[in-house]
Nanobody, 119 residues
Framework: QVQLVESGGGLVQAGGSLRLSCAAS????????MGWYRQAPGKQRELVAR???????NYADSVKGRFTISRDNSKKMVYLQMNSLKPEDTAVYYC?????????????RGQGTQVTVNS
């Protein structure tokens, strides 16, 4: 069974940095797009950043220039480097991955990691 496990969240002051990591575990799967979403209290879940298998990246306008997504295909991991954090970045961050398994192609999501930015 495939699992996505995030790590790296926490509490940080405005202007600080955090690095989120997400590891895909299991067997017999191929990974296509990987990305990060976030959901703040009372708000809808939104895409933060996404990276394709070939390395094409796109970002939400609100994080451009501050966040950087990267992936390591050999380690089956995706990262989100978050710099110049703002209080409005406070949310639960979820790792997403578009995976092909024996059972078919589906989008998987991790349990989420809390990021809190104090002003």
């Amino acid at each position: 069974q495939v699992q996505l496990v995030e790590s790296g969240g926490g509490l940080v002051q405005a202007g600080g940095s955090l690095r989120l990591s997400c590891a895909a575990s299991g067997s017999n799967f191929n990974i296509y797009d990987m990305g990060w979403y976030r959901q703040a209290p009372g708000k809808q879940r939104e895409l933060v950043a996404r990276v394709t298998r070939s390395g094409y990246k796109n970002y939400a306008d609100s994080v451009k220039g501050r966040f950087t997504i990267s992936r390591d295909n050999s380690k089956k991991m995706v990262y989100l480097q978050m710099n110049s954090l703002k209080p409005e970045d406070t949310a639960v961050y979820y790792c997403n991955a578009d995976l092909q398994t024996i059972g078919g192609r589906n989008v998987y999501r991790g349990q989420g990691t809390q990021v809190t930015v104090n002003s």
